[in-house]
T-cell receptor, first 113, second 114 residues
């Protein structure tokens, strides 16, 4: 059974600071990793994906992956109040036809003005 | 480009009643997913379609849930009979094809079972 674990928070970060969100997963064959942002009452939207060990940067967002430790993280630099949301970590097995995502419970992030 | 459409947006029913949800994916998207999101949890995959065929329904409670995508476009998800624990948001997502990076989510249908 695949599991994705996240600290549910809330994680409170001052505006302008770096927000660090963490995720661990149990299935060693997981190959694709995603971070989704979900505002209250809205549907998830993809903000980052990462497939290889190391860092991937996109604007203020950096995803980090360590497959040996089964750990993936998301850093948000220069945090803005608009970043306040729930961040969902998701993993997907590679290969085969079934590629639905397994999500964690999400981390509720609050950016304090 | 129009996004994933879902209806109804909200539904309130009593336990043991039946309910159906409809999803229209992004035009040209071959892969369609239904997820269930219970309050405070992440979405959980219920079923994945590739065109009009089922790829994965291992987490679908088949004693009460059913889904179809007869013409490979629109899809319906049905619950019969509903239980209190089925109260959740039902999210439909689509992607261009299997293995594509981005799954685009619809606005969801919020179901309350009383």
């Amino acid at each position: 059974q695949k599991e994705v674990e996240q600290n549910s928070g809330p994680l409170s970060v001052p505006e302008g600071a770096i927000a660090s969100l963490n995720c661990t997963y149990s299935d060693r064959v997981s190959q694709s990793f995603f971070w989704y942002r979900q505002y209250s009452g809205k549907s998830p939207e993809l903000i980052m994906s990462i497939y290889s060990n190391g860092d991937k940067e996109d604007g203020r967002f950096t995803a980090q992956l360590n497959k040996a430790s089964q750990y993936v993280s998301l850093l948000i630099r220069d945090s803005q109040p608009s970043d306040s949301a729930t961040y969902l970590c998701a993993v997907r097995l590679s290969g085969g036809g079934a590629d639905g995502l397994t999500f964690g419970k999400g981390t509720h992030l609050i950016i304090q003005p | 480009e129009a996004g994933v459409a879902q209806s109804p947006r909200y539904k309130i029913i009593e336990k043991r009643q039946s309910v159906a949800f409809w999803c229209n994916p992004i035009s040209g998207h071959a892969t369609l997913y239904w997820y269930q999101q219970i309050l405070g949890q992440g979405p959980k995959l219920l079923i994945q379609f590739q065109n009009n065929g089922v790829v994965d329904d291992s987490q679908l409670p088949k004693d009460r849930f059913s889904a179809e995508r007869l013409k490979g476009v629109d899809s319906t998800l049905k619950i019969q009979p509903a239980k209190l624990e089925d109260s959740a948001v039902y999210l439909c997502a689509s992607s261009l094809n299997r293995g594509q990076e981005t799954q685009y989510f619809g606005p969801g249908t919020r179901l309350l079972v009383l």
